[in-house]
C-alpha cells in the first residue's frame, strides 16, 4: 500500500495573525463611528422635525434660533455658507492652480523645494489663528481703506471668504501640482516636437491630461471652505440674515453650530435640537460634494 500524500499547509505566525485582527478592529472602528454620527444627526433631527415643518425649514429666509419669536429658515445661514466659500473659491481656484502650474512646469529643483513647503506650510496655521489674522488685519487694513468705513465693517462675507480663500489655496495647489507631474514626459516631448509653446503645453496637454485630479483638488476644497468653522466665526460673524451681498455680516451653518454649542442652551429643547438639523444639513452638503469627486475622478482618469 502506498502512503496516502501529507497535505502542505502554511501556518501564518501568530503575531500577523494578531496584527490583521488589530488592522480588522481598526477598520470596523471608523465604520461603526460613522454609523453611530449619522444615527445621532438622523435622531435627532427627526425630533426637531416632529416639532417644526420640515418645509419651513427648508424653504424659510429668516432665522432665529435664540431670540423669540422662533424663525426657522435655514437659507438664511445656507446663504452665508456659500456666500463665504464662493468668494473662497474666486480666490484659491485661480491662485491655487497658478502655483501648481509654477511648482509643476516652470519652477527648478531649488524653487520647488523651497516654495511647495512654504505654501503647505499655510494649511498648516491653525484656522483660529488665520481667523485673528483676517479680524485685525484683513477687515481694518485691507477692506475698510478699499471700500470706505461706512461701506464694509469688520464681519462681513467678504472678510471670511478672503481667510478662508487663502486657507484653501494649498489644498488646491498641492492636489493640482501632484496630477500635473503624474502627466508623462512623452506627452509634453511630443508637443514641443510639433512646435508648441511652453505655455500651448501646459493650455492643450497638462491640463486635459490632469483635469480629473484638477476638478477634484477643487470640490475637496470646496467641502473644506463649506466646513470651515473657526476662522468664520472670527471674520464673518454671526448675523443670520439672507443676503447675497459681501460685504454684510452673515452668519454660517457651522459658525450657528459653534454658537449653540458654547451657548447656555438647555438640552432637549427645540434650540438644542436645531443644532443637529443644521448639522444634518451641512452632513448632507459635504457628503454631496465628496461623492460628486468621487465620480469625477472616476469618469475623468486617465490611465498612463
Known sequence: ????????????????????????????????????????????????????????????????????????????????TVLVAVIAMLIAVPLGLLAAVLLAEYATVRVRTVVKP?????????????????????????????????????????????VVGILITPLIASISEDSMRAVPRGMREGAFAMGATKFEVVRKIVFPAAISGIMASVILAMSRAIGETMAVVLTAGQCPDFTLNPTDCVQTMTAFIVQISIGETAQGSLEYKSLFAVGSTLFLVTLALNLMSGWVVRRYRTAY
Open 118 to 162: 512654504i505654501l503647505e506650510t499655510i494649511a498648516g496655521v491653525p484656522t483660529i489663528v488665520l481667523g485673528f489674522f483676517g479680524l485685525n488685519f484683513v477687515a481694518p487694513h485691507l477692506l475698510r481703506p478699499l471700500l470706505g468705513q461706512d461701506n464694509i465693517g469688520v464681519f462681513s462675507a467678504l472678510n471670511g471668504g478672503i
Open 1 to 80: 500500500m502506498s502512503a496516502a500524500p501529507i497535505a502542505l499547509t502554511h501556518r501564518r505566525p501568530v503575531g500577523e495573525r494578531i496584527i490583521e485582527r488589530l488592522l480588522f478592529l481598526a477598520a470596523a472602528l471608523g465604520v461603526v463611528t460613522t454609523i453611530g454620527i449619522i444615527a445621532v444627526l438622523a435622531l435627532e433631527t427627526f425630533e426637531f422635525f416632529v416639532e417644526v415643518s420640515p418645509l419651513e425649514f427648508l424653504t424659510g429666509t429668516h432665522w432665529s434660533a435664540l431670540i423669540k419669536p422662533h424663525s426657522w429658515g435655514v437659507l438664511a445661514l445656507v446663504s452665508g
